[in-house]
């Protein structure tokens, strides 16, 4: 072969391996976890200058939820209130209460133009949400097509987020189970690494698994190893042998959960 | 008067004060400057996550502005682009190179779902631009009715942004020329008063006039502080007289724009 030769096959086969990873579902799964995110930040940043702005015409309103203030900004008249839709938003007792200090407000009163523009602002955050909740069952979708086993054991919102984490699939399922439980804690993990008194973490994205976040903080970490344990092995057989393997991973994690909270009550009871 | 009649009208009182405060213009052209701060993050961020996503699908695609990309997005097809359409966003010659890649596109071949929820991003991308618009002319109105004179000789966006940094137009009254001109360059300021050996900033927000940011380096600092006296000026009358003076003020400004642009002509000349 001439030089010139050896050059178009060398650049052939470097556009093909671009090409195939481009094609892979690891992409887009990674695409739309990171927008997710992004979507999150900006529903955040964008319900709190609302409440800024909204502030001004009634600033008694104080609502957790960002979702639900922006609802509220659109159904809300200060002059008219139906206490019909803004009880179906906030619940009865809520609306109720808003209703008595609408009366009082020390807010200005406004034009109908302005509070037009203000409503506008909540109607773009509520359309952000909905994209975000479309974009979770797409997520979920990718993830159930890329990786079942790590689906069904972790839950699709975790298993697409460590994905999302690593990069790709592959790398993911060359992890040590030790790493795959702190992934996404790596600022705790190096805080410990650079002085041993302070505790390592005991799991990152993980940790938005019900059974570790719902469960009592002493045995977080216990439940953490075994979970990280069965996600290890679920990322291994998505990547490679591609066997669904997640009734026998999922009764193993079962079993193990159950002796942990068996010994940790064992423990409580010693200690009263 | 009792002491509880004394506090029901320090109460009454204070409450009609806040109100009042609240009453003001100013609020609500502060809650319209910093919700635009806050679009123009948001357009960014989203923008730069779209063609991250969209770059699975056709990575050659480069297109400066945020705006058309997500435009782009929405009418180009790999199989079947519509030359015609792509022209009137991007323009004959992009359009027409973006049609010559996507032959031989490194990038995957997504399914009409896949491409779906991608145009969805897009598409409220666009919807964000919109509302940002929207809200300009909305600033622009809010801004003429609070600071007619201001709107006038700095542009009613510059005026804008000048109360929304101080917080009222009343503040921004009472604040030396010499400070107007710096207001928003903050960091270098400190920066240069810390070191002296660092220049002193020439302009902060008001560098967005066409004057300024169109004038060449050399004699912005002096073109800065014309307009920073006009404009102190301009705010006292809309915070105090309320007089229009706007013409006289433009009137002295320009006449000391063509003395400063005449006296550097002359500068240049000298110099060669």
Redesign the interface.
Same mark, same amino acid.
């Given at each position: 072969m001439s030089p010139m030769e050896k050059r178009d096959v060398f650049m052939r086969r470097a %556009?093909e391996q +671009?090409?195939a990873a481009? $094609?892979?579902r690891d $992409? /887009?799964l990674l695409? +739309?976890t =990171?927008?997710i995110e992004? &979507?999150d930040? +900006?529903i955040n940043? &964008?319900g709190e %200058?609302l409440e800024?702005?909204y502030g001004?015409y009634f600033?008694e309103m104080r609502v957790e939820d960002k979702l639900k203030y922006a609802q509220a900004v659109l159904v809300f008249d200060r002059a008219q209130p139906d206490m019909k839709e803004l009880a179906g938003i906030l619940g009865q007792k809520k609306a109720e209460e808003l209703m008595a200090q609408a009366g009082g407000t /020390?807010?200005?009163? /406004?034009g109908e133009p302005?509070l037009e523009?203000?409503r506008?602002?909540a109607n773009?955050i509520i359309?952000?949400h909905k994209?975000r909740e =479309? *974009?979770e069952k *797409?997520q979920d979708e990718l993830a159930g097509q890329l990786c079942p086993n790590m689906s069904k054991v972790a839950g699709p919102g975790v298993a697409a987020k460590l994905v999302a984490h690593v990069g790709s699939l592959a790398r993911l399922a060359r992890l040590p189970s030790s790493t795959i439980q702190v992934l996404g804690a790596e600022k705790a993990l190096f805080k410990h690494l650079k002085n041993r008194k302070i505790k390592p973490p005991k799991h990152g994205i993980i940790f938005q698994h019900p059974k570790i976040s719902g469960s009592p903080k002493a045995v977080r970490g216990r439940i953490a190893r075994a979970l990280a344990a069965k996600i290890t092995l679920a990322a291994k057989a998505d990547a490679f042998t591609k066997r669904d393997i997640s009734g026998m991973l999922l009764e193993g994690f079962e079993k193990r959960y159950n002796e942990i909270m068996a010994a940790y009550a064992a423990e409580k009871v010693k200690k009263e």
């Open positions: %556009r +671009v090409k481009l $094609m892979s $992409m /887009l695409g +739309v =990171r927008s992004d &979507l930040k +900006v940043l &964008l %200058r800024e702005w001004i600033p /020390l807010g200005a009163d /406004l302005d523009q203000c506008s602002f773009s359309g952000l994209l =479309r *974009y *797409y």
